[in-house]
Protein backbone atom coordinates (compact mmCIF):
# COMPACT_ATOMS: atom_id res chain seq x y z
CA UNK A 1 0.00 0.00 0.00
CA UNK A 2 1.41 3.73 -0.99
CA UNK A 3 1.81 5.97 1.85
CA UNK A 4 -0.26 7.79 0.58
CA UNK A 5 -3.46 6.08 0.74
CA UNK A 6 -2.91 4.61 4.01
CA UNK A 7 -5.19 5.49 7.07
CA UNK A 8 -3.80 8.83 8.12
CA UNK A 9 -4.91 8.24 12.31
CA UNK A 10 -4.95 5.10 14.31
CA UNK A 11 -8.20 4.67 15.62
CA UNK A 12 -7.47 2.00 17.79
CA UNK A 13 -4.31 1.54 20.36
CA UNK A 14 -2.51 -0.94 22.56
CA UNK A 15 -1.63 -0.39 26.06
CA UNK A 16 0.33 -2.20 28.89
CA UNK A 17 -1.40 -2.57 32.25
CA UNK A 18 2.03 -1.06 34.43
CA UNK A 19 1.78 -3.65 37.24
CA UNK A 20 5.70 -3.59 37.84
CA UNK A 21 6.03 -0.06 37.52
CA UNK A 22 8.86 1.75 39.12
CA UNK A 23 11.99 3.95 38.71
CA UNK A 24 14.19 2.10 36.41
CA UNK A 25 18.16 2.81 37.22
CA UNK A 26 18.74 0.59 34.07
CA UNK A 27 17.28 3.40 31.89
CA UNK A 28 18.52 6.76 34.31
CA UNK A 29 21.87 6.46 32.15
CA UNK A 30 20.34 8.04 29.52
CA UNK A 31 17.26 9.40 30.27
CA UNK A 32 16.90 12.99 32.07
CA UNK A 33 13.50 13.16 32.27
CA UNK A 34 13.11 10.16 35.04
CA UNK A 35 13.11 11.50 38.52
CA UNK A 36 13.31 9.36 41.44
CA UNK A 37 10.40 9.30 43.36
CA UNK A 38 10.29 10.06 47.37
CA UNK A 39 7.17 7.97 48.21
CA UNK A 40 7.35 4.21 48.36
CA UNK A 41 7.61 1.91 45.57
CA UNK A 42 3.90 0.54 47.00
CA UNK A 43 2.38 4.33 46.67
CA UNK A 44 4.30 4.50 43.22
CA UNK A 45 2.38 1.39 42.07
CA UNK A 46 -0.84 2.21 43.08
CA UNK A 47 -0.81 6.03 41.99
CA UNK A 48 0.29 4.65 38.29
CA UNK A 49 -2.31 1.88 38.09
CA UNK A 50 -4.77 4.61 39.10
CA UNK A 51 -3.20 7.54 35.98
CA UNK A 52 -3.23 4.23 33.58
CA UNK A 53 -7.21 3.08 34.46
CA UNK A 54 -7.82 6.56 34.16
CA UNK A 55 -5.91 7.48 30.83
CA UNK A 56 -7.99 3.88 29.50
CA UNK A 57 -11.10 5.39 30.66
CA UNK A 58 -10.95 8.80 28.89
CA UNK A 59 -9.45 7.18 25.92
CA UNK A 60 -12.49 4.99 25.41
CA UNK A 61 -15.26 7.62 26.69
CA UNK A 62 -13.85 9.94 23.64
CA UNK A 63 -14.07 7.01 21.11
CA UNK A 64 -10.98 5.48 21.05
CA UNK A 65 -10.44 1.48 20.95
CA UNK A 66 -8.04 0.45 23.23
CA UNK A 67 -6.79 -3.05 24.23
CA UNK A 68 -4.93 -3.59 27.43
CA UNK A 69 -2.63 -6.39 27.94
CA UNK A 70 -2.59 -7.51 30.98
CA UNK A 71 1.08 -9.13 32.54
CA UNK A 72 1.21 -12.50 32.23
CA UNK A 73 0.62 -14.13 36.47
CA UNK A 74 3.29 -16.77 35.68
CA UNK A 75 5.83 -14.30 34.50
CA UNK A 76 8.77 -13.91 37.42
CA UNK A 77 10.58 -11.06 35.96
CA UNK A 78 9.98 -7.80 36.48
CA UNK A 79 9.16 -5.33 33.56
CA UNK A 80 9.32 -1.53 35.34
CA UNK A 81 8.78 -0.22 32.09
CA UNK A 82 6.37 -1.98 30.52
CA UNK A 83 3.43 0.63 30.40
CA UNK A 84 5.44 2.49 27.57
CA UNK A 85 5.08 -0.70 24.94
CA UNK A 86 5.48 1.93 22.05
CA UNK A 87 9.38 1.45 22.71
CA UNK A 88 9.15 -2.51 21.28
CA UNK A 89 6.17 -2.53 19.67
CA UNK A 90 4.24 -1.68 16.54
CA UNK A 91 2.16 -2.22 13.44
CA UNK A 92 1.63 -1.51 9.89
CA UNK A 93 -1.16 -1.62 7.60
CA UNK A 94 -0.61 -4.45 5.52
CA UNK A 95 -0.62 -6.38 8.30
CA UNK A 96 2.53 -6.56 10.05
CA UNK A 97 3.65 -7.18 13.87
CA UNK A 98 6.74 -5.64 14.07
CA UNK A 99 9.52 -6.10 17.28
CA UNK A 100 12.30 -3.96 18.26
CA UNK A 101 15.59 -4.10 20.33
CA UNK A 102 15.64 -2.77 23.47
CA UNK A 103 19.09 -0.89 24.86
CA UNK A 104 17.90 -1.73 28.66
CA UNK A 105 18.37 -5.76 29.59
CA UNK A 106 15.18 -5.25 31.92
CA UNK A 107 13.32 -3.98 29.40
CA UNK A 108 13.95 -7.08 26.83
CA UNK A 109 11.97 -8.83 28.69
CA UNK A 110 8.82 -6.52 27.88
CA UNK A 111 8.49 -7.94 24.10
CA UNK A 112 5.75 -10.50 24.27
CA UNK A 113 4.78 -11.12 20.41
CA UNK A 114 2.77 -14.01 21.05
CA UNK A 115 1.14 -12.87 23.73
CA UNK A 116 -0.13 -9.71 21.49
CA UNK A 117 -0.79 -11.50 18.75
CA UNK A 118 -3.44 -13.92 19.97
CA UNK A 119 -4.71 -10.70 21.85
CA UNK A 120 -4.69 -8.97 18.65
CA UNK A 121 -6.28 -11.77 16.90
CA UNK A 122 -9.23 -12.35 19.65
CA UNK A 123 -9.84 -8.56 19.17
CA UNK A 124 -10.35 -9.52 15.24
CA UNK A 125 -7.66 -7.75 14.08
CA UNK A 126 -5.32 -9.55 11.13
CA UNK A 127 -1.26 -10.09 11.57
CA UNK A 128 -0.25 -11.68 8.76
CA UNK A 129 3.31 -11.68 9.50
CA UNK A 130 5.59 -11.04 12.25
CA UNK A 131 9.13 -9.14 11.91
CA UNK A 132 11.73 -8.85 14.03
CA UNK A 133 13.82 -5.59 13.61
CA UNK A 134 17.42 -6.13 14.31
CA UNK A 135 17.56 -9.93 15.51
CA UNK A 136 18.63 -8.37 18.95
CA UNK A 137 21.60 -6.05 17.43
CA UNK A 138 22.20 -2.43 18.20
CA UNK A 139 18.76 -0.64 19.77
CA UNK A 140 16.37 0.82 17.74
CA UNK A 141 13.29 1.07 20.41
CA UNK A 142 10.66 1.26 18.03
CA UNK A 143 8.36 4.98 17.74
CA UNK A 144 10.19 6.17 20.74
CA UNK A 145 12.69 6.99 18.63
CA UNK A 146 10.81 6.33 15.24
CA UNK A 147 8.07 9.40 14.56
CA UNK A 148 6.74 8.10 11.37
CA UNK A 149 5.02 10.51 9.17
CA UNK A 150 2.50 7.75 8.05
CA UNK A 151 0.73 9.70 4.70
CA UNK A 152 4.08 10.97 3.39
CA UNK A 153 6.10 7.91 3.75
CA UNK A 154 8.86 9.55 6.17
CA UNK A 155 10.69 8.62 9.24
CA UNK A 156 12.19 10.67 11.21
CA UNK A 157 14.57 9.84 13.93
CA UNK A 158 17.30 11.61 16.10
CA UNK A 159 20.68 9.58 16.99
CA UNK A 160 21.06 7.96 20.57
CA UNK A 161 22.17 5.26 22.23
CA UNK A 162 18.58 4.02 21.85
CA UNK A 163 18.59 5.09 18.11
CA UNK A 164 21.40 3.46 16.26
CA UNK A 165 22.42 4.87 12.73
CA UNK A 166 22.52 1.87 10.59
CA UNK A 167 19.68 0.18 12.40
CA UNK A 168 18.03 3.22 11.43
CA UNK A 169 18.94 3.60 7.91
CA UNK A 170 17.73 -0.29 7.24
CA UNK A 171 14.72 -0.07 8.28
CA UNK A 172 13.98 2.94 6.21
CA UNK A 173 15.06 0.66 3.35
CA UNK A 174 13.75 -2.28 4.85
CA UNK A 175 9.96 -1.52 5.62
CA UNK A 176 9.77 0.36 2.19
CA UNK A 177 9.59 4.17 3.53
CA UNK A 178 10.09 7.08 0.77
CA UNK A 179 12.72 9.14 2.58
CA UNK A 180 14.34 8.83 6.54
CA UNK A 181 15.70 12.04 8.46
CA UNK A 182 18.18 10.88 10.93
CA UNK A 183 19.43 14.01 13.26
CA UNK A 184 21.53 14.90 16.16
CA UNK A 185 19.85 16.85 19.10
CA UNK A 186 20.83 17.99 22.95
CA UNK A 187 19.03 18.70 26.21
CA UNK A 188 19.85 21.77 27.84
CA UNK A 189 22.41 19.60 29.53
CA UNK A 190 24.52 19.12 26.02
CA UNK A 191 23.58 15.14 26.27
CA UNK A 192 21.54 13.74 23.67
CA UNK A 193 18.04 13.50 23.99
CA UNK A 194 17.42 9.61 24.44
CA UNK A 195 13.73 9.46 22.26
CA UNK A 196 12.89 11.20 19.22
CA UNK A 197 9.11 11.44 20.50
CA UNK A 198 9.76 13.23 23.41
CA UNK A 199 10.94 16.16 21.15
CA UNK A 200 8.57 15.94 18.35
CA UNK A 201 5.40 14.54 17.46
CA UNK A 202 3.83 14.11 13.57
CA UNK A 203 0.17 13.33 12.70
CA UNK A 204 -1.75 14.33 9.65
CA UNK A 205 -1.06 18.18 9.49
CA UNK A 206 0.45 18.57 12.49
CA UNK A 207 3.61 18.60 13.97
CA UNK A 208 4.94 19.71 17.34
CA UNK A 209 8.93 19.88 17.36
CA UNK A 210 11.76 21.35 19.73
CA UNK A 211 13.74 22.55 16.87
CA UNK A 212 16.33 24.34 18.78
CA UNK A 213 17.09 21.29 20.19
CA UNK A 214 18.36 20.19 17.09
CA UNK A 215 22.67 20.41 16.90
CA UNK A 216 23.53 21.28 13.53
CA UNK A 217 21.63 23.69 11.55
CA UNK A 218 21.98 22.31 8.25
CA UNK A 219 20.31 19.64 10.18
CA UNK A 220 17.55 21.81 11.79
CA UNK A 221 16.75 23.87 8.78
CA UNK A 222 16.13 20.34 6.76
CA UNK A 223 13.78 18.85 9.04
CA UNK A 224 11.77 22.10 9.75
CA UNK A 225 11.81 22.18 5.92
CA UNK A 226 10.66 18.34 5.48
CA UNK A 227 7.66 19.13 8.35
CA UNK A 228 6.75 22.25 6.68
CA UNK A 229 5.76 20.86 3.01
CA UNK A 230 2.84 19.12 4.58
CA UNK A 231 1.94 20.07 8.09
CA UNK A 232 1.00 23.11 10.66
CA UNK A 233 4.79 23.67 12.68
CA UNK A 234 4.27 24.11 15.90
CA UNK A 235 7.39 24.85 17.54
CA UNK A 236 8.15 24.47 21.47
CA UNK A 237 11.24 25.02 23.33
CA UNK A 238 13.68 23.22 25.90
CA UNK A 239 11.89 24.29 28.61
CA UNK A 240 8.60 22.89 27.24
CA UNK A 241 9.99 19.74 26.11
CA UNK A 242 11.84 18.65 28.80
CA UNK A 243 9.48 19.94 32.15
CA UNK A 244 6.37 19.62 29.99
CA UNK A 245 6.73 16.77 27.96
CA UNK A 246 4.65 19.23 25.11
CA UNK A 247 6.62 17.20 22.54
CA UNK A 248 5.27 13.29 23.51
CA UNK A 249 1.45 13.70 22.53
CA UNK A 250 -0.23 11.61 19.32
CA UNK A 251 -2.97 12.56 16.76
CA UNK A 252 -5.72 9.77 16.77
CA UNK A 253 -8.84 9.50 15.37
CA UNK A 254 -12.45 8.61 16.82
CA UNK A 255 -15.05 5.91 15.85
CA UNK A 256 -16.65 8.73 13.73
CA UNK A 257 -13.56 9.37 12.33
CA UNK A 258 -12.59 13.02 14.21
CA UNK A 259 -9.85 13.38 15.30
CA UNK A 260 -8.10 14.17 18.65
CA UNK A 261 -4.88 15.06 20.17
CA UNK A 262 -3.59 12.94 23.17
CA UNK A 263 -1.20 14.33 25.58
CA UNK A 264 -0.70 14.12 29.18
CA UNK A 265 -2.26 17.24 31.38
CA UNK A 266 1.14 18.34 31.86
CA UNK A 267 1.67 19.00 28.39
CA UNK A 268 -1.44 20.55 28.06
CA UNK A 269 -0.63 23.27 30.38
CA UNK A 270 2.53 23.63 29.02
CA UNK A 271 1.55 24.93 25.95
CA UNK A 272 0.65 28.63 25.72
CA UNK A 273 -2.66 29.48 24.76
CA UNK A 274 -2.03 30.54 20.97
CA UNK A 275 -0.25 26.97 20.85
CA UNK A 276 -3.67 25.57 22.13
CA UNK A 277 -5.44 27.28 19.64
CA UNK A 278 -3.87 26.03 16.67
CA UNK A 279 -3.55 22.27 18.28
CA UNK A 280 -7.27 22.42 18.39
CA UNK A 281 -7.16 23.39 14.63
CA UNK A 282 -6.35 19.68 14.36
CA UNK A 283 -8.44 17.80 16.67
CA UNK A 284 -10.41 18.57 20.04
CA UNK A 285 -7.56 18.26 22.89
CA UNK A 286 -7.72 15.20 25.25
CA UNK A 287 -5.39 15.75 28.04
CA UNK A 288 -4.48 12.68 30.65
CA UNK A 289 -3.59 13.19 34.14
CA UNK A 290 -0.48 11.37 34.53
CA UNK A 291 2.01 12.66 37.06
CA UNK A 292 3.42 9.81 38.45
CA UNK A 293 3.99 8.04 35.39
CA UNK A 294 5.39 11.11 33.83
CA UNK A 295 7.75 11.87 36.61
CA UNK A 296 9.26 7.87 37.71
CA UNK A 297 9.17 6.53 34.37
CA UNK A 298 10.54 9.47 32.59
CA UNK A 299 7.76 8.93 29.42
CA UNK A 300 4.48 10.48 28.67
CA UNK A 301 1.19 10.37 27.08
CA UNK A 302 2.40 9.26 23.66
CA UNK A 303 4.56 6.54 25.03
CA UNK A 304 1.96 5.20 26.60
CA UNK A 305 0.31 4.41 23.32
CA UNK A 306 0.71 1.72 20.89
CA UNK A 307 -0.80 2.40 17.48
CA UNK A 308 -2.50 -0.53 15.75
CA UNK A 309 -2.66 -0.03 11.74
CA UNK A 310 -3.69 -3.78 11.21
CA UNK A 311 -6.46 -4.47 8.52
CA UNK A 312 -9.73 -5.80 10.45
CA UNK A 313 -11.49 -9.21 9.36
CA UNK A 314 -14.89 -8.93 7.89
CA UNK A 315 -16.75 -10.64 10.37
CA UNK A 316 -15.50 -8.31 12.88
CA UNK A 317 -16.08 -4.96 10.35
CA UNK A 318 -19.62 -6.12 9.94
CA UNK A 319 -20.33 -7.69 13.84
Same mark, same amino acid.
Given at each position: ????????????????????????????????????????????????????????????????????????????????????????????????????????????????????????????????????????????????????????????????????????????????????????????????????????? &?? =???? !? $??????? /????? *???? #?????????????????????????????? &?? =???? !? $??????? /????? *???? #??????????????????????????????????????????
Amino acid at each position: MQPSLVPRLADTVLMVRPVDFRFNDETRADNEFQDRPRRSPAQIRTRAAAEFDGMVGRLREEGVTVLVLEKDPEAAVETPDAVFPNNWLSTEHGGALLSFPMLAPNRRAERRVDAVANLLRRQGYQVSERVEIGDGGPALEGTGSLVIDHRHGTVYATESRRCDATMFRRFVHARGYRRGLLFRTASSTGRPIYHTNVMMS &VG =DGLA !V $VCAESVV /DPTER *ALLL #RSLGRHHDVVQIDRDQMEHAFCGNLLQLRD &VR =DEPL !V $VMSRTAH /DGFTP *AQRR #RLRQHGRLLPVDIPTIEAVGGGSARCMLAEIFLPRSTLAATG
